[in-house]
Antibody, heavy 116, light 110 residues
Framework: EVQLVESGGGLVQPGGSLRLSCAAS????????YHWVRQAPGKGLVWLSR????????TYADSVKGRFTISRDNAKNTLYLQIDSLRAADTAIYYC??????????WGQGTLVTVS | QSALTQPASVSGSPGQSITISCTGT?????????VAWYQHHPGKAPKVLIY???NRPSEVSTRFSGSKSGNTASLTISGLQAEDEADYYC??????????FGGGTKLTVL
């Protein structure tokens, strides 16, 4: 069974940093591309970033470029999202997702980040 | 980049059909056949319903269908059921090689 489990969320002060993790199991992690998506309280889904299968290519939404860094460790079957200079507007549930070439096929349950 | 435009809410009675629209630009929906639709029950993982405009994963009910005309994509749900009550999001690939979501549509089954 495909499983993606996010962790690393919590309460952080403004200006702080956080590294989110997404642990994968039930499939060959290294074959796929991955994305991060977030949902602020009462708001819709917002795409943040994606990384290719070997980690050599990344793309970011303009709104997070320079503050967010996506990375992966294929040996540990884990995806990461480093978030720096946290601000209140970053408060959200953060989801990781495995993708095919054109859509986000499997999603995790999310991890909550609260900046206050 | 602004979110794709969806109606904030739609409603329908059990057994009826509803359609949710998703409007973008020639740089996203209009330029590529990479529109996907996701169903999201709060507290759960989002689930893909439609990909590449009108393709459905094998495990998704045939009651869900997608289409596109110009810069607007649509999701139709036929034979509404109580469990269809959820939030629905469209998404498109963009000319910047990013993905863009719609603002989301809350479906209420009356």
């Amino acid at each position: 069974e495909v499983q993606l489990v996010e962790s690393g969320g919590g309460l952080v002060q403004p200006g702080g940093s956080l590294r989110l993790s997404c642990a994968a199991s039930g499939f060959t992690f290294s074959r796929y591309w991955y994305h991060w998506v977030r949902q602020a309280p009462g708001k819709g889904l917002v795409w943040l970033s994606r990384i290719n299968s070997d980690g050599t290519s990344t793309t970011y939404a303009d709104s997070v470029k320079g503050r967010f860094t996506i990375s992966r460790d294929n040996a540990k079957n884990t995806l990461y999202l480093q978030i720096d200079s946290l601000r209140a507007a970053d408060t959200a549930i953060y989801y990781c997702a495995r993708s095919t070439a054109t859509y986000l096929e499997h999603w995790g349950q999310g991890t909550l980040v609260t900046v206050s | 980049q602004s979110a794709l435009t969806q109606p904030a809410s739609v409603s329908g009675s059990p057994g009826q059909s509803i359609t949710i629209s998703c409007t973008g630009t020639s740089s996203d929906i209009g330029g590529y056949n990479y529109v996907a639709w996701y169903q999201h029950h709060p507290g759960k993982a989002p689930k893909v319903l439609i990909y590449d405009v009108n393709n459905r994963p094998s495990e998704v009910s045939t009651r869900f269908s997608g289409s596109k005309s110009g810069n607007t994509a649509s999701l139709t749900i036929s034979g509404l059921q109580a469990e269809d009550e959820a939030d629905y999001y469209c998404s498109s690939y963009t000319s910047s090689s990013t993905r863009l979501f719609g603002g989301g549509t809350k479906l209420t089954v009356l």
